[in-house]
């Protein structure tokens, strides 16, 4: 079965950072690439971040350019996102996602086959 476990999400103050994990295991997961979503009440499950097979490729959502990083260590089936300069609006419960195929920059909900439970991460004064 797949498990996709995050974790590392909490409060943060606007302008500090924080990083959140995802644990996989029940696929080969050097053979997919793997995503970070977002979602804030009432709103749309929204792409954040994804990174390809090897890590060679890595894309992000507009909003979220030069501020964080995705990574990830394929011998220990993890994936990161490191999250700097945070801003209000980054307040959401992260997900991290599994693709359903081989390729790259995959940004939509339909292109993800499996997800975590989230993370929440807020961000306030």
């Known amino acids: 079965q797949v498990l996709l476990v995050e974790s590392g999400g909490g409060p943060a103050q606007p302008g500090r950072s924080l990083s959140v994990s995802c644990a996989a295991s029940?696929?080969?997961?050097?053979?997919?690439?793997m995503a970070w979503f977002r979602q804030a009440p009432g709103n749309e499950r929204e792409f954040v971040a994804g990174?390809?097979?090897?890590?060679?490729?890595?894309y992000y959502t507009d909003s979220v350019k030069g501020r964080f990083t995705i990574s990830r260590d394929n011998a220990k089936n993890a994936l990161y996102l490191q999250m700097n300069t945070l801003k209000p609006e980054d307040t959401a419960l992260y997900y991290c996602?599994?693709?359903?195929?081989?390729?790259?920059?995959?940004?939509?909900?339909?292109?993800?086959?499996?997800w975590g439970q989230g993370t929440q991460v807020t961000v306030s004064s």
């Open positions: 029940g696929f080969s997961f050097s053979n997919y690439t």
């Open positions: 990174i390809s097979r090897s890590g060679g490729t890595r």
């Open positions: 996602a599994k693709a359903r195929g081989l390729m790259v920059y995959y940004r939509t909900l339909e292109q993800y086959d499996y």
